[in-house]
């Protein structure tokens, strides 16, 4: 079945130290968004590539990157996380912006 | 912020309907009616949407009044796997460049569905 992956499902790092969420999609969507889901919070989009585009919200930390190597491919780095970036990242596809969007299963991010 | 507002939590009996409101009072006329749902510890997961027209599929039926201002999303025979958070959305659909897709959520209805 055609679905979003991501991988790993549970992450610890450390305080400060850089870790990478990775987000892979077989629907061959041109847009891949990066959600953040803090605890009893609602999904706050973080960013999005359409095709090879990055297109970041004005609000999100400049500790968060993003890169699209290819079309099936979208990673999160988190330059240096801190216990604030404590959350579930949601990756989720779309065929085009303004169509429904597929959402993966979350990874559920712990900074100790 | 989200342009929605809903009551934050609902309960059901199990194999009854799921009546879940939502205002949208200050939507715009490109604008559609979206419903997405996640259940805990999951990827929320679309549902439905409409412009003004009620709409039906497999999982839902979406009843918008005829001046746009609300809707309600309704679950026919609840079961306890519908158990969930509930958003309405509204935002722009359709192609183009301009049209990011953005999803705005708000804090969504929590529906418990009971046996």
């Known amino acids: 079945d055609a679905m979003v992956i991501q991988n790993p499902r549970y992450q610890v790092t450390q305080f400060g130290k850089p870790v990478t969420l990775s987000c892979s999609q077989t629907?061959?969507?041109?847009?891949m968004y990066w959600y953040q889901q803090k605890s009893s919070q609602a999904p706050k989009l973080l960013f999005h590539?359409?095709?090879?585009?990055?297109?970041n919200e004005a609000d999100t930390p400049d500790n968060f990157q993003s890169r699209r190597p290819n079309t099936s491919f979208c990673f999160l780095d988190i330059r240096s996380p801190g216990l604030g970036d404590a959350a579930m990242y949601l990756c989720?596809?779309?065929?085009?912006?303004?169509?429904?969007?597929?959402f993966g299963p979350g990874t559920r991010l712990t900074v100790t | 912020d989200a342009k929605t507002t809903q009551p934050p939590s609902m309960d059901c009996a199990e194999g009854r309907a799921a009546n879940l409101p939502c205002n949208h009072s200050?939507?715009?006329?490109?604008?559609?009616v979206y419903w997405y749902r996640q259940i805990h510890s999951q990827g929320p997961q679309y549902i439905i949407h409409?412009?003004?027209n009620n709409e039906t599929n497999e999982m839902a039926s979406l009843i918008i009044t005829e001046d746009r201002k609300s809707s309600t999303l309704i679950l026919p025979h609840a079961t306890l796997r519908d158990t969930a958070v509930y958003y309405c959305?509204?935002?722009?659909?359709?192609?183009?460049?301009?049209?990011?897709?953005?999803?705005?959520f708000g804090q969504g209805t929590t529906l418990q569905v009971k046996p």
């Open positions: 989720a596809t779309s065929l085009y912006g303004g169509y429904e969007q597929y």
């Open positions: 629907l061959n969507h041109n847009v």
């Open positions: 590539y359409y095709d090879k585009d990055f297109n």
């Open positions: 200050t939507i715009s006329g490109n604008e559609y």
């Open positions: 409409g412009l003004k």
């Open positions: 959305i509204v935002r722009v659909a359709g192609v183009g460049s301009s049209n990011t897709g953005k999803l705005i």
